[in-house]
C-alpha cells in the first residue's frame, strides 16, 4: 500500500478549501457593492426552507474542519461562539478556523488512523469511528457538504463563481 | 507520518458515498409517487440557470470516481456515454461506476501518490496534479461538489432527506 499521512491527507485540503471560501465571500461583496445590496441579504439565503442559512453553513464547515484536525490530534476541539453576524465575520471566522488547521503539527496525527474518534449528536447515541473512517467518510464528506451549499447559496444570489473557483486555483 | 493508503483514502470514500447517491434517488422515485409526479421532473432541476441539471451532476460525480480510480491506477479512464434519460438508468450509472470503483486492485495504487496526473481542459492548458494533490485538491473535492448538489436538488423538489441520508448510515 502506498503510505499517504493522515495529516497530508486532511489539513491541506481543508485549508485551501477555507482559502477557496474567503475568495467566494470577497466575490459576494464585490457583487454586492456593483448591484447597489447589503451583504447582510446573503445572511438568510437557504436552498430549502428547512435547510440551514448561510452562516450556518460557513459555521458548520468550520466545525468539521477544527473537530477533524482537533480529534485526530488528540485535542480538545477549539470552541467558536457562532455569533458573526456580518459577512466580515464570517470570513474571520474561516481564517481563524485555516490557523487553526495549520496550527495543528503533523506528528501530532501519528497514528491517528486507529484512534477512537466519539462525535456526540443531539439525539440518539454517539457516532463511533476509527479516525480512518472518520475522515474518509465523515470529516471531509460533511466539510465538502457546507462548503458547496455555501457556493451554492452564493451562485443562487447571483455572485459570478465557476467551478474552478470552487477548486481554487 | 501516520501511513494510510492512497487507495484507502479513495475507493471507499467514493464507493459509499455512490451507495448513498442510490438510496436518495430511491427516496426521490418514491416522493414522486406519494405525490403523483413523474421522475422525469426532477431530470431539468437546477440550482442556478447557469448551473448544470440533475443528470449531468450525476455524470460529473461518476466522471470525478471512476476518473480518479482509473488515473491513480495507471489505467484508461472508462468512457461513458452520457445517455442516462431516466432516473432509473442514473441509478445504473451509479452503480456501474461504483462497481469499477471497486474493481481497482488496492495494489494498482501503490506509489499512485507521486504519480503525475494531467487532466484535460476545455480551454486552456491541461491541468497538472502529482497523484496526492489531484486527489485531495480536485478529486475528491469535486465529487462532493456533484454529489452535494444532487442531493440540494431532491431537497429542494421536496424529496425528504436529511444530513444523515447525505453522509449514509
Not at 23 to 52: C, G, I, Q
Request: net charge neutral.
Amino acid at each position: 500500500m502506498t503510505p499517504i499521512s493522515m495529516h497530508a491527507a486532511s489539513a491541506p485540503a481543508f485549508a485551501k478549501m477555507l482559502g477557496n471560501m474567503l475568495n467566494w465571500l470577497e466575490a459576494a461583496k464585490a457583487h454586492a457593492e456593483a448591484k447597489k445590496f447589503s451583504t447582510d441579504v446573503y445572511l438568510t439565503l437557504r436552498l430549502a426552507p428547512d435547510m440551514l442559512p448561510l452562516p450556518k453553513q460557513i459555521q458548520i464547515a468550520s466545525d468539521a474542519a477544527k473537530g477533524c484536525m482537533a480529534r485526530l490530534a488528540g485535542q480538545s476541539v477549539p470552541s467558536y461562539e457562532d455569533n458573526e453576524a456580518t459577512l466580515d465575520e464570517l470570513a474571520e471566522r474561516i481564517r481563524k478556523t485555516r490557523d487553526f488547521v495549520l496550527s495543528v503539527p503533523a506528528e501530532a496525527l501519528v497514528g491517528s488512523e486507529g484512534r477512537e474518534i466519539t462525535i456526540p449528536r443531539r439525539s440518539g447515541d454517539p457516532l463511533k469511528f476509527d479516525g480512518a473512517d472518520y475522515l474518509r467518510h465523515f470529516a471531509l464528506p460533511n466539510f465538502y457538504f457546507h462548503a458547496t451549499t455555501t457556493y451554492a447559496l452564493l451562485r443562487h444570489a447571483g455572485v459570478p463563481l465557476g467551478k474552478l473557483d470552487y477548486l481554487g486555483g
